[in-house]
DNA sequence: ATATATTTTTAGATTTGCCTAAATTTTAAT
DNA sequence: ATTAAAATTTAGGCAAATCTAAAAATATAT
């Protein structure tokens, strides 16, 4: 079956939305898709005929295991897409997800595998999130302490455990935050301080109890 | 300005038909669209107040200058996305159309840009048709006969210009018709004769009077 | 030159996805 | 347990892109 470009995307802001198995609310929604909540009642009862969620009035909205099936592979494509467009167009990693939006809407399955295959079955996208598989199996995502990276490698911010006003601060300070990419560059024994650098700029120290409590997602290849 | 999908499909449908510079008559154009003459109708009003277009009823209808670039935007489009299927996800070029259909409206001049350059700013698609560059300009279409080309270059037969019903029949049973994409394997000296593979099948000999008669447009990479 | 056939346009509907304004239901507060 | 506030739905409309059926213009044939 064949979905707009629009039933696409309400499909997919339910999914991010729906925690756990909790019903999404229409003001929710309408506010992840900047349009009114009118529209959206109007929607979900369509979307509600074609299966993809389970609706009751004023009782919020469900996807059913269809409607899931759906959004995971429109993220599928979505994040595969994001990733062609960082490593192979060489795209920063910031200015690939409104593209995405566009591109997560062409319909052929076949390309979409073809291009999973291209980039070499990859597990994450460029800002940490994983890419579910062709089953439409989501591998876990792959997040760990600063601490615990190799040197060399590299992943998006993505959590601090350590959410402290004073920890916020250093952080604002040495322009780190959620979605803020970085590369280890360095790692001393004597004091667990670890160098990193971000994107363009200078490489930076940070504290051994910093690289502790900052996460970060790192990308991953191979099956 | 953004077009929706549905304009930009009749202005390259305008485009392709205007031979010349003779005016496209509405019928053609439902007929090409696979639409009926009246949406056609309807249509052409409103793209004639975008000045996309000159329009007089009744009088059939041309491009305007900026019809024309726009025209030539999504035919470079068009064509780069075919040769990035073929080329590097492995697509059969008669599988490619379908697919370049929907990807030809995504918005980005920068993605589009960045693929020209990522498969090196080829000059022609796999089926042999030129591929306009950045600033629109098409090159001129790459075409000879087979008895011109090298041997291991590889092209798409494109004319034929002895169309005596006895040539069509040869070509006919060595399954070579418009569109045939084959490959120069071997070229005797002592009588002119050239030994060509297409696709799956086993290389066929054809002699020099069907290799000077038969046009092919080749691929040229390079700016 | 006139009738007939063909092409094209108009008129009036339909579907999708969205809107505003008003009504209704649910939730929260006293 | 009311009442006020917030969330949600209904009602009525609009624009884009299509359609069918009927009317109008153009082309063709004798």
Known sequence: MKYSASKENYIKAIFHLQQADESVATNALADALQTKPASVTDMLKKLKTQKLLQYEKYRGVKLTPEG????????????????????????????????????????????????????????????GDPIPDINGKMPALQQSAVSEMPVNSSGTVNGISDQSADMLELLKHKSIQLGTRLEIKKKFEVDGSVEIKIRNQQPVNISEHVAKNLLVAYDNKGK
């Not at 566009?102 to 291009?115: F, M, P, T």
């Open 68 to 127: 899931k099936k759906l959004a995971v592979q429109i993220i599928r494509k979505h994040r595969l897409w994001e990733l062609f467009l960082v490593e192979k167009l060489q795209f920063g990693w910031e200015e690939v997800h409104e593209i995405a939006e566009e591109l997560e809407h062409i319909s052929s399955k076949k390309l979409i595998d073809r291009l999973d295959a291209f980039l070499d079955f990859p597990k994450a996208d460029p800002h």
